[in-house]
């Protein structure tokens, strides 16, 4: 069993095709959100196993559920690999009951291995004794508080600069000790 992350997916938002960083670069250079959605289901699929654990830290989906206008997202929710774990974003506005549906855990945050998981980063001091904070909502941002010293601290998890892919802890890990 491999314990992934991932963070903002934001299944089925159209927005996000037409977000564009400084540079003016698309931040997400899909064509349709169906391409968009697909290719990050392919992309977990591709490293995620049944038996695998993920935690998704937030932003699942900007769908609501209530009202069933979030079938597309659900649809694509049960087509995911492995044990899903979230750990609630600030889009994430459906019921928890909705969410229980496809994550067996449902969390504000979650400490584990010494890492601190939030969708948020943290503000430094409230680190603690946590070896680092992994955490999603700035999408391809590195750089926290201070744009010139990168905190390595912070670990960025959200699907822009994993290429969609969920990453494996140890994988993190590795490359906070590198």
Known sequence: ???????????????????????????????????????????????????????????????????????????????LNGHKRLILGNHDHNTVQWYAQWFEKIKGQNM???????????????????KANIHGHIHRQHVMLDPVHRDER??????EVLNYTPIALDTLKALARA
């Open 154 to 159: 912070y670990i960025n998890v959200s699907v």
């Open 1 to 79: 069993m491999t314990l992934f992350l991932i963070s903002d997916t934001h299944f089925c938002n159209a927005n996000f095709l037409t977000f564009r960083d400084d540079q003016g670069q698309r931040i997400r250079p899909f064509d349709s959100v169906e391409e968009m959605d697909e290719h990050m289901v392919a992309c977990w699929n591709a490293v995620v196993k049944p038996a695998d654990h993920v935690y998704h830290l937030g932003d699942v989906t900007m769908l609501r559920g209530s009202n069933g206008n979030c079938a597309p997202a659900a649809r694509l929710l049960d087509r």
């Open 112 to 130: 584990l291995d010494g890492y601190l998981m939030t969708h948020y980063p943290v503000h430094p001091g409230s680190l603690g004794r946590a």
